[in-house]
């Protein structure tokens, strides 16, 4: 019964306790997005081994693995769409393609998502769901957390619009990216955003930690995100915050 409500109402959102389930960026692009406007770029970019990395596995079986599962080449979709007839890029994160993680494929799509924002005066609103940046790719996926920092600095001085929107979870190397760079951001109810997670902050400082915390309404009561917003929400906010820009 709350699968099939799940689904009839679009946003797998408990309707009883209005928890966010987390969704994949194609439902994230359906849900953000007016019928049939997104028209993607980028989406054939996949990633390579550059390390040759092996764990329990080769780094290439687990990619053709995320890549059966969720239909995508990597872990973000790009392009741009109109949000309640407002023109903008558009960036999802997919926590179903290995944890969203944050490999040279997602920040270059990234950045190359705001260099067209840019040059085309568009706003930007990227919607981030990671456990932050891919390990099998090392140093390349480290130099991402920079590459997408720069590419928003210029875009702030051409004085462009990025509304970052924090979904569960938006940990590691994204947060201490792009994501913590918007000019408004945005997140869901009781999203976990944070670097390290509470568990390891935890052992290591020897601390308890505060009630709710790294969770959306704990970081919107520090001053770290500027709206809690509920799904259902999310369209009609982005677009007033556009209006009020401006774009």
Do not use: W
């Not at 590419?151 to 979870?169: E, Y």
């Amino acid at each position: 019964m709350l699968f099939r409500k799940l689904v009839e109402n679009n946003l797998c959102v408990c309707p009883d306790c209005q928890h966010h389930f987390r969704i994949s960026g194609e439902q994230r692009v359906q849900q953000l997005t007016d019928p049939g406007s997104f028209e993607p770029f980028n989406a054939t970019m996949a990633p390579v081994d550059p390390l040759g990395f092996v764990d329990l596995r080769p780094y290439p079986e687990r990619i053709a693995k995320a890549q059966r599962a969720t239909g995508q080449n990597d872990a973000v979709q790009t392009g741009q769409a109109y949000i309640k007839a407002r023109r903008v890029v558009l960036a999802c994160m997919d926590f179903n393609f290995l944890g969203g993680s944050m490999g040279s494929v997602v920040g270059e799509k990234i950045t190359q998502a705001v260099v067209v924002a840019g040059e085309h005066d568009l706003p930007l609103v990227i919607v981030s769901c990671s456990g932050g940046a891919r390990m099998m790719e090392s140093g390349f996926s480290l130099m991402q957390m920079a590459k997408t920092a720069s590419a928003l600095a210029r875009f702030d001085d051409q004085g462009g619009l990025f509304i970052s929107v924090l979904t569960d979870p938006t940990t590691g190397g994204v947060t201490a990216s792009f994501a913590m760079l918007g000019d408004v951001i945005l997140a869901e109810p009781k999203a976990l955003v944070g670097f390290a997670g509470p568990r390891v902050i935890k052992q290591t400082i020897h601390q308890e930690l505060p009630e709710g915390f790294q969770r959306a309404e704990f970081l919107l009561e520090c001053g770290f995100v500027d709206r809690v917003v509920h799904r259902s929400e999310l369209r009609t906010e982005i677009s007033r915050i556009i209006d009020y820009a401006g774009k």
